[in-house]
């Protein structure tokens, strides 16, 4: 299963982050992932978040441009070498990522990839023996 | 029908159209005065009675209505028929923000319908051919007026109105559509949707277009005919004069015919109002010759534009106006470079983003700067920053194609540009000159 990501347009100024999180915060969003990706001009955050639907129904009522965008979340051990583990199988599959970001929790890691064909390097990574998180197993972390 | 819808007046001899207008001018001013209390009260005001207008060339005389008069005037105010011998209005939303409503008697509608005939016609139309009018239909002239030319040409009117570009292409493809109508935004906006949906030119059976009601660059034309494979013609008018039809191109593409049995046209300095000799530049104005509902006298367009009696060799012989650049009053002088704001917008919208941007220009070591911020739009956000970067990489060659001068294009956040009374402000000039 992949992951809904919220992807966000901000301009690139002081203040604009902030009020991001100040909607997600007034409306009790928990943020469990985030990354940054920036242009001189604007940027974009990505996010995993407990509640989808919620973050996307109050950033569109306050005036921000959202788009979903699916992404595949991997869980290894926080030990050194296992993202390396995990990052050979994206090698053998020939499944080029566009981005990833990542965050550790009390006794795994977690690794999110954005590939340009989530379908089917998921089934591609299942044969390696790979299982991809689902929203729920995200949220929980 | 041949290549003129009615040609005894359409390539009449001057001096029978000048004769023509001699006749009627003296007579519509005396029905204006008798009619129109408010213009009567302009004209007293201005020490001329219809006794003083003997012919047209004394036409300049007359007082100028503008679109302020058209909002101290609203509703009614410019009517001269009782309501019980009206038939229709149209209606604009305006700039000014009050809405421009036009009246027509059945008269009116007929001269109007004759106007977008001969249009049609010019562009090498016929009762052969199936025209389809995407313009929008309703209160917008822009689709009654093509519907009702079409109808007296006698072409198979396909009267799709617009939006819905699966329906407009559905139709276009299998009644094999010939002609049509519509704004050059929109004729850009299919033309790019049939091309994405793998049709080729020499696919396509449309053979003329006929686009208006906004501004357009030569560039634009060029792509539109291209992808469509299309001859594209350029059509005119203002519902405040009636709609459009009141100046079009002929097969020479080389100005539009202004329809001088009805309009007389003419072009002032928009600062002192002095008429100006053929061939200048200034701000265009009409004076509707034998309107009945609605007769507008010395109408103040505020396009600008050149007007030409050159000998044209479609054999029409009415004067032509060039495309008119846009409105004088929000006009931008840029790097030397004339740049309205309209052009921006046809752009803009041409490309699938909302009309909301505004304009800053300011001065940086004597040399002017040109930003346009333009909201981001959910069709146009992606994950991708790569595909977002692309995308605005295209706007900034669309503005330098239709304008002549490089834009930087800055892309901000939905909402965020200011608006007053609900318009937004397009232009902050900070230059000090």
Known sequence: MSVNQVSVFLENKPGTLNKLTEVLADNKVNIRALSLAETSEFGIVRM???DVFEATTVLKENHFVATLTPV???AIADEAGDLNKLLKKFSEIEVNIEYMYAFAGKERAYMIFRVNDTKKAEALLKGKGLRSLTQEEISAV | MGKYFQEEIECAPLEKIKALQDDLLPKQVRYVWDNVPYYRK??????VTPDDIKSA???????FLSKADLKAAYPYGLLAVPLRDCVRIQSTSGTTGKRVIVFYTQEDIDLWEDCTARAIVAAGGSADDVCQVSYGYGLFTGGAGLDGGSHKVGCLTVPTSSGNTERQIMFIMDLQATILC????YAAYLAESLKEMGYKPEDIPLKIGIFGAEAWSEEMRRDIEKTLGIKAYDIYGLTEISGPGVAFECSEQNGMHIQEDHFIAEIIDPD???VLPEGTQGELVFTALDKKAFPLIRYRTRDICTLTREKCS??????RMTKPKGRSDDMLIIRGVNVFPSQIETVLMNQGYAANYQIIVGRVNNTDTFEVKVEMTPDMFTDNLGEVQARRKILEDGLRAMLGIKAKVTLVA??????????AVRVIDTRKI
């Open chain 2, 314 to 319: 479609c054999g029409r012989t009415h004067v």
């Open chain 2, 57 to 63: 060339a004394d036409l300049h005389k007359l007082p």
């Open chain 2, 414 to 423: 939905p909402k965020s540009i200011t608006r007053s009374e609900g318009k």
């Open chain 2, 272 to 274: 002192t109002g002095e």
């Open chain 1, 48 to 50: 995993l978040v407990n």
């Open chain 2, 182 to 185: 519509c704004t050059p935004s």
């Open chain 1, 72 to 74: 595949l979340a991997y």
């Open chain 2, 42 to 47: 302009k004209m007293e005001a201005h020490g």
